[in-house]
Nanobody, 124 residues
Framework: QVQLVESGGGLVQAGGSLRLSCAAS????????AAWFRQSPGKEREFVGF????????SFADSVKGRFTISRDNAKLMVNLQMNTLKPDDTAVYYC?????????????????WGQGTQVTVSS
């Protein structure tokens, strides 16, 4: 079992930036694909971005492409989501996820480890 804990959420004005972090509890995390998802009230969980096991491949949803980046430091067992030029539509609970068996998926069902989520609120 791997526990994931997100941090770094908060309130930010439109146009600002936030950096979210995901800390894992076991070294095996360094072999897993990881992703960020977000969910707003009344909406389904939405794919944000993906990073492969060694951090060399990333992909992003069209809605955040060019504004968000993902990095990982496997020595520290951490994955980060840098969010720039934030918009009110980015307001959501953001979740870190990891998969032991799939790579590159944008579907929540492909991820078997999840963090508790961290709230990001972007004001106008």
């Amino acid at each position: 079992q791997v526990q994931l804990v997100e941090s770094g959420g908060g309130l930010v004005q439109a146009g600002g930036s936030l950096r979210l972090s995901c800390a894992a509890s076991r070294r095996t995390f360094s072999t897993y694909s990881a992703a960020w998802f977000r969910q707003s009230p009344g909406k389904e969980r939405e794919f944000v971005g993906f990073v492969n096991w060694n951090g060399e491949i990333t992909s992003f949803a069209d809605s955040v492409k060019g504004r968000f980046t993902i990095s990982r430091d496997n020595a520290k067992l951490m994955v980060n989501l840098q969010m720039n030029t934030l918009k009110p539509d980015d307001t959501a609970v953001y979740y870190c996820a990891a998969s032991t068996y799939s790579s590159g998926s944008d579907s929540p069902r492909s991820y078997n480890y999840w963090g508790q989520g961290t709230q990001v609120t972007v004001s106008s």
